[in-house]
């Protein structure tokens, strides 16, 4: 008997869910029917601060009154901090990670005085510091100097080793599917990203004890997960995901990025923008039909 493909949608309740979440909910929810597939629900509350018990409750309102089923139990990611904190460990013992002291003032000063500092897809600057290059001896005696002195203190990877490590000069490479009507993968391509262009990526913080990158991954092979399926936003992403699973042993999902749904501005819709969120929708009047005609890439007329 072969095991069915295991799919999920991982929101982050930090505010409330709007017209994108309800796309990439629908589409995952109509591939894994497609496929006779499992749908996992994982609630990405690592921000502990921005992410309440009262928007996560909102957002599985939301999710069951749009119609979506999933598996239970759920996983929250604040309840499994210490998986991350193993995966962070032996990407340490393997020698890929510094700790780094700069802080975001400090980092944002020195990037100010070059000219043309390198940037990450996202649009933040490379790691100006220079820890990665530092003695065992040295990152010791500023761990316990910044312990004493309440600096922060924050775990990043050093990309080259990393890359140096998994045999790679610059670039990994995934499957992404192609869907058509209905909702069928009608085929798969080969995708590559440039992941240096992320430079030393942040790992984990003293206050949040991983990072999206870090738990996602993570998260994704504990589950089990064989099909990603979500944004375009996250498309570059994906090339740091897969350098992490290659350092840590795990299997590689298959992707697939839709577009978004933009805003009346053409830009991508933001949880600030209050009129797409799903809970003024519905208390406009609007139905579950209305709303998957809006997402919908037309799948389902
Ligand atoms: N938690 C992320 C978000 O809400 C999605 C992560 C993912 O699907 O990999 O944007």
Known sequence: MTTPPVFRFA???????????????????RMAE??????????????????????????????????????EPV????????????????????GLVYPSFMSRGEIKRAVALEAHWPRDPDGS???????????????????????????????????????????RSGSFSWEEMTVTAKGRVVATETHRMDVAAWGDVVLARADVPTSYHLAVVVDDALQGITHVVRGRDLM?????????????????????????????DGRKLSKSQGDTALRSLREAGLTREDIARMVGPGWWD
Not at 238 to 256: A, M, N, W
């Open 34 to 71: 497609a496929v006779g597939g499992r749908l996992l629900l994982r609630v990405e509350d690592i921000d502990t601060t921005r992410c309440t018990p009262e928007l996560e409750a909102a957002m599985v309102e939301d999710l069951r009154w749009l119609g979506l089923d999933w598996e």
């Open 125 to 167: 600057p490379h790691y100006p510091g220079e820890e990665r290059d530092w003695s065992e001896e040295r990152r010791e005696a500023a761990m316990a100097a910044a312990s004493l002195e309440g600096r922060s203190v924050v775990y990043r990877l050093d990309m080259a080793a990393a890359l140096s490590h998994c045999g």
């Open 75 to 94: 996983r929250r990611q604040s309840e499994h901090f210490d998986d991350y904190g193993q995966a962070l460990e032996a990407l340490m013992d393997a």
């Open 11 to 29: 929101p982050s309740p930090n505010g409330l869910l709007h017209l994108g979440h309800a796309r990439s909910a629908l589409i995952n929810q």
């Open 236 to 264: 570059a992403a994906t090339g740091v995901h897969r350098l992490l699973q290659h350092c840590l042993g795990f299997p590689p999902p298959i992707y697939h990025h839709h577009e978004l749904v933009m805003g009346d």
